[in-house]
Every structure is written in C-alpha cells, then in structure tokens.
C-alpha cells in the first residue's frame, strides 16, 4: 500500500525553471525530482543510467568517456536519425557525492575553439524523496550564453529533466539500478566507457 | 652584438592591465612579454619553472601535482615564511601548445567549498619576440570575483608577471630552459611531481 505522503509526492508535478538575466554570462536551472538525493546523484554519475536521460529525446548519448570524479572527464557522442552528430567533452574539477558536480563543457565540434562553460550542480535534500538540482552554467562571455540559449539549450535542459522523471518514476528504480550496477562491475559492457 | 630592434625590445617596459566592471563575475589580465610566444608557454607548463614565478614573492609554490595537459590536473602548496599556508587545485580542460590554456581553479583550503574560477589563458604572437597573455577568470557569481578582488589578486598576479618577466630577460634563459627540461626528463627531482 502507498502512504499519502508518498502518493503525494509521486503524483506531484515537477517544472524546469530557467533564469537567464539579460547581459549576464550565465544561466540556472533548477528542477525538483521525487527521488532521494542518492538515487538522482547515482543517475548522474553512472553511465548506463546517464547514458538513457542526458540530453534531448531525438539524440542518442554514446559515452566514449564517462569518468565522473574529482580529474576525471567525459567525452560523448551525440547520434541523431537526422544525421546530426557531435561531440562534447569536459572533465571534472569536483564529484562529491550526493551534494555537488562541478564540471567543464565544450562542444568539440564547434571550429571555433577556446568556449568552455563552467557548471556547477548541487543536488539538495528537500525531503527524503524529493530532491532539488540547481544547475549554474557560467560562460566566458554573455555572448557565448545568448549563443547557447539560442541554439535551444532550455528544450535540452527541459527534455532531458522529463526522460530523468520518468527514469526515477519506474516503480523497480531501485532494484534496476543495483542491477545495472553490479552488471556493470561485472562486465565492460561498451569497451570504450571508462566506469567511475 | 645586439641589434636596434631586438634592443628596444628588450627595453619596453610592460605593464599588467587588469579590467573588472562592476557587478560583473570576471576579471581580464593583460601582459606582454619580451620572449617568443613558446618560451613563455613553456614557462607555463614546465615544473621546475613555473614554480619559480608563479605567484606572489613572498610565496613559495610547491608542486604537489602538475600535469598541463587536457584532462590532466594540478594542486599547488603556497607557502610564506610568516606562516600563511594554503593549497590551490584544478582541472586542465584543455593544453594546447603555445596558444591556449583552459583550466579551474579553487583555493581548497577555503572552508566554503563549492566555489571554482574557470580560467582561460590565450598565447599570442604580436612579433617574434614579443607575447601577448590575456587571463580571462570567470566567477560562480559577482561576490565571488569581489572576494578575489579584496583578497589582492592584482597584486599576486603582478608580482606573477614580473617575477616571469625576470625569468625570461635571463640572457641564457633558452639554454637554460633545455637544460632543465632535459634534466627533468632523466630524473624525477621532486617526486611527488608529474611531469606534463
């Protein structure tokens, strides 16, 4: 039977909220996730998990890299069936679990080198099953932020939150991921994912 | 004999320019030097040199890692005879030689943890002997960069500048530098160094 505590809390309707201040060289996002704290931060950090969430639901995540700790990195392929391809990349100046991500980003494939962004995640504990992310991308200028706001960073964002959603909302979320854990400290499933 | 120009050259007299709006989350640091753009990248990624300039005079800088290479990483004790005692670490999120340096910083000794700097450092030639450094530092937030501010970071990085400046006016300094570069190819002197 579920509490009405709980019921409350699965049935509650979780929003993206963006803050882009004009002039200013960064943007936040904060989203709230019915899930504990541990369980969201797990989704971030292993890579068959974020590997199924991250990004835009028309793009497949292939993680040729995927090292989420204090100097470790990521490099990922991003597929699409309309041909779309490219690649971002970044490392990792801290993973302090559950509470904090900071990492770089660049899109490789940009010819125009030398834009990283700094992003910073905290993963706060509202309650034992409700978790707020607040994610702070600082760019080298108010120019390259306009540049990513343009290019449709907040429909990414949005979209990538809901595939989160509905990942942590499988009702055998927690029995999945101590599975895919142990299968994947087992087996090298993709040879080229550098496991945590 | 030394020629006219090479003379003026050596005599120009640079300064550090450092431009901070209000209520932005940035600082810019501009400097030339009298050297070829190589030998003042070298400067920047080699052990046993940068930590003869890289701070501010009353400092001493002990490597504990230093690896300038993309995805490589450094952590840094700074030292003072008064007793002042700190370390500062980071991320390289990319080295490419002699052009770009991208990196974080923060001072992990700070008890407020959570609080990077993304540092973009651009190499370029203005004349065969002659390199322009700009320092771009974006903060998490404005408060962040006025902390700095109030902290003397123009001071250090002036005292930085001229002590590099030092360095590189050694008459001998190209032979100088291969030596110690060979040097540190045949042996390791501080172990706890990671040669790039």
Redesign the interface.
Known sequence: MVSLRKKVEMERKNVTKMIAKPG???VLFIREFNAPREEVFRAWTTPSLYSRWAGPRHLKSCLKTFSPRT?G?YRILHLGADGINFITR?????V?PPE?I?A?F?NESDPD??H?V?E?F?FDAISARLTRVTA?L???TSTDRDGMLNAGIEQGMLESHERLEELLANSHVEDYLINVIDRDKRRQIHPRIVNP
């Open positions: 200013q060289q960064e100097g990195s970044g490392v990792y100046h801290e302090t904090r900071v770089t660049e080198k030398g990283p700094l910073v905290n702070r600082v760019f080298l």
